[in-house]
């Protein structure tokens, strides 16, 4: 499981001493040893002739070689799944695979769009199980009991701690019971997966929170007359609308990601629909997997190019 | 009054938490120590007696400590070279976004990307045989088995070490490395005596969060390995839909028990570890 939102936490964090950081970092850097050698004409520490390398940071071969290695290893999957794709029976080049995605019938294409559809489902509940549930409570509770924020600390780490294969055990008598009230639906998994996205949704609110000095805000609504609602709603929502924003993105990749839970329940997601469909048409699950990937990542640069200019300039 | 209205606000998603969570791990949990007919009992943790459950545990064991080791080394080494760019650059960006979309890549969608590529029909095999004149399963086909895996998780946990170490290693003050070279260090003292064990907090709970990220992973495993459970998760599966009658949600809840204990062990490292490094760096 992922932690999108430590990114998201540590951009806060930089938005706001990043830029004078910066500059304070090149001079002492690049000046004041130098200088101090040119003084007193010692080799101590490095040649007079270059420049003194901060010994945190990188040197260029190595942060170039590094990354490209990093870059190569996480493409090489990718280019993998691409090859597939345009590869024949034969072993020649084909694009046969991809023209059956035009084709749009065929028993597994169905398999694939009830999943997607379900999936889709699934993500609006999710989504509004958080933005009207949990964001709220906690943000009540970073403003009105300021105690519990360690005890939530800890408590937010359990639904990373306990394995999805094992809260299934659990969760299946206690969605049966949901299901007796208002039938077998699809969408109660979202309660479940709600409970998944818990910890990275803590995560990313929390540390918005902290920097914002929510509990000054709230007095200063209350005593203009604002109710919770208002000041839930008016200043205190659109202040951490960022991290919200990213909650809902991580949410989001998580709800369209999860296998255990929906394929121990039996019922029909994005996921596992792509099991079933590989076990007769294995192309377009490889080509549906490539679709889903590249448009989570370029929704993600998107947002993390769109974050940055906003973000220095409030 | 104000107290009862708050905690009144509070109170749906408490319900919510405790229904859809507390509710499910304590029936987990109970599930483990009663016997077909509602008594207590603890005949269920026979099940670990049998063969394979062991196995499952040790190949869980030595593959979550092996990819978290690689994943955390690997990992903070690349967070190492994003220091040298540009907190706002394109680089760092593009990183940032295929970190986090990889470490939430793990299931299904990862196994196929392994196999497209590593299969017997993947890309790199077939270069491998056909233009290095190497078979990489001369010696059998490894791939659907737990050795298998240690690419595929490798592959989602060095990403998740990236987005939770950068964040303390960019914290560093940089002073620091400042600090030692006015003294005359060098680069190696500098790393052996304040960098590295003023990381080693952050780095201690992101390779334990990894170990937990790989030890409940469940999904890649699911569909990669297709002979057997010979990882636990795959096992707690195996007694959830066993229809042999062996009293299988008492056998699931003892192997989820089993699984718990390890996961308390980790967390409760997760919390020390945690301590000591908010107190170095904050």
């Known amino acids: 499981m992922a932690l999108l939102n430590y990114s998201v936490a540590i951009d806060?964090?930089?938005?706001?001493?990043?830029?004078?950081?910066?500059?304070?970092?090149?001079?002492?850097?690049?000046?004041?040893p130098l200088e101090r050698h040119r003084h007193r004409g010692t080799n101590a520490v490095c040649g007079p002739r270059s420049v003194w390398q901060p010994y945190d940071r990188p040197g260029s071969v190595s942060k170039t070689g590094i990354l490209l290695?990093?870059?190569?290893?996480?493409?090489?999957?990718?280019?993998?799944?691409?090859?597939?794709?345009?590869?024949?029976?034969?072993?020649?080049?084909?694009?046969?695979?991809?023209?059956?995605?035009?084709?749009?019938?065929?028993?597994?294409?169905?398999?694939?769009?009830?999943?997607?559809?379900?999936?889709?489902?699934?993500?609006?509940?999710?989504?509004?199980?958080?933005?009207?549930?949990?964001?709220?409570?906690?943000?009540?509770?970073?403003v009105r009991f300021p105690r519990l924020n360690r005890a939530m600390g800890v408590i937010m780490l359990l639904p990373i701690a306990i394995p999805a294969i094992i809260l299934v055990v659990g969760l299946a008598p206690a969605l049966a019971f949901f299901a007796d009230i208002v039938g077998p639906n699809t969408w109660t998994l979202a309660l479940a997966y709600g409970i998944l996205a818990l910890p990275f949704v803590y995560t990313t609110i929390s540390s918005d929170l902290r920097g914002l000095d929510c509990r000054t805000l709230?007095?200063?609504?209350?005593?203009?007359?604002?109710?919770?609602?208002?000041?839930?709603?008016?200043?205190?929502?659109?202040?951490?609308?960022?991290?919200?924003?990213?909650?809902?993105?991580?949410?989001?990749?998580?709800?369209?990601?999860?296998?255990?839970?929906?394929?121990?329940?039996?019922?029909?997601?994005?996921q596992t629909a792509l099991i079933s469909i590989s076990k007769t048409d294995v192309y377009l699950s490889v080509i549906v997997t490539l679709i889903v990937l590249l448009c989570t990542l370029v929704t993600l640069f998107i947002m993390a190019t769109g974050n940055r200019p906003s973000r220095k300039e409030s | 009054?104000?107290?009862?209205?708050?905690?009144?606000?509070?109170?749906?998603?408490?319900?919510?938490?405790?229904?859809?969570?507390?509710?499910?791990?304590?029936?987990?949990?109970?599930?483990?120590?009663?016997?077909?007919?509602?008594?207590?009992?603890?005949?269920?943790?026979?099940?670990?007696?049998?063969?394979?459950?062991?196995?499952?545990?040790?190949?869980?064991?030595w593959l979550s400590a092996l990819t978290a080791a690689v994943g955390a080394v690997l990992g903070a080494l690349?967070?190492?070279?994003?220091?040298?760019?540009?907190?706002?650059?394109?680089?760092?960006?593009?990183?940032?976004a295929a970190s986090s979309t990889l470490s939430q890549f793990g299931g299904v969608m990862l196994a196929f990307a392994f196999i497209a590529t590593l299969g017997n029909q993947g890309m790199v095999t077939l270069f491998l045989r056909e233009v290095m004149r190497i078979d990489i399963y001369a010696h059998g086909m490894w791939l659907y088995t737990p050795v298998g895996l240690v690419l595929p998780y490798i592959f989602f946990?060095?990403?998740?070490?990236?987005?939770?170490?950068?964040?303390?290693?960019?914290r560093l003050p940089r002073q620091l490395s400042e600090a030692v070279a006015m003294l005359g260090g060098g680069a190696g003292h500098f790393w052996r005596h304040v960098g590295l064990p003023m990381l080693m907090p952050s780095f201690m709970s992101g390779f334990l969060l990894l170990f937990a990220n790989a030890f409940s992973a469940y999904a890649t495993a699911a569909a990669l390995i297709s002979q057997g459970s010979q990882i636990a998760p795959l096992q707690v599966r195996a007694a959830l839909i066993s229809e042999t009658g062996l009293g299988s949600e008492g056998a699931s809840g003892a192997l989820a028990v089993g699984m718990l204990a390890?996961?308390?062990?980790?967390?409760?490292?997760?919390?020390?570890?945690?301590?000591?490094s908010s107190s170095w760096l904050c």
């Open chain 1, 12 to 32: 806060v964090l930089e938005a706001d001493s990043g830029a004078d950081f910066e500059s304070e970092r090149s001079s002492v850097a690049a000046n004041r």
């Open chain 1, 69 to 142: 290695g990093f870059s190569l290893f996480l493409l090489l999957p990718i280019a993998g799944m691409l090859y597939f794709t345009f590869r024949s029976a034969t072993g020649g080049f084909t694009v046969d695979h991809w023209l059956a995605l035009l084709d749009a019938s065929g028993f597994s294409f169905m398999t694939l769009s009830e999943g997607l559809l379900n999936s889709l489902m699934l993500v609006a509940v999710t989504l509004a199980i958080e933005l009207m549930l949990v964001i709220p409570a906690f943000v009540l509770i970073s």
């Open chain 1, 218 to 270: 709230a007095q200063a609504a209350e005593s203009l007359g604002a109710g919770w609602l208002r000041t839930l709603t008016d200043i205190l929502l659109p202040c951490i609308r960022r991290s919200i924003i990213s909650s809902m993105l991580i949410t989001t990749a998580i709800v369209l990601g999860e296998f255990t839970i929906a394929s121990l329940l039996n019922r029909t997601t994005l």
């Open chain 2, 1 to 61: 009054m104000r107290q009862v209205s708050n905690a009144l606000k509070l109170s749906p998603f408490v319900v919510y938490v405790l229904l859809m969570f507390a509710l499910p791990a304590a029936l987990v949990v109970v599930s483990a120590f009663r016997d077909g007919s509602g008594g207590w009992t603890l005949a269920n943790f026979n099940i670990f007696h049998r063969p394979g459950v062991g196995a499952a545990f040790g190949n869980s064991l």
């Open chain 2, 78 to 96: 690349v967070c190492y070279a994003l220091l040298g760019y540009r907190e706002d650059g394109v680089v760092h960006r593009l990183v940032d």
């Open chain 2, 157 to 170: 946990q060095m990403p998740l070490m990236i987005v939770t170490f950068y964040p303390a290693m960019a």
């Open chain 2, 262 to 276: 390890i996961m308390a062990i980790v967390v409760g490292l997760y919390a020390l570890v945690e301590r000591k």
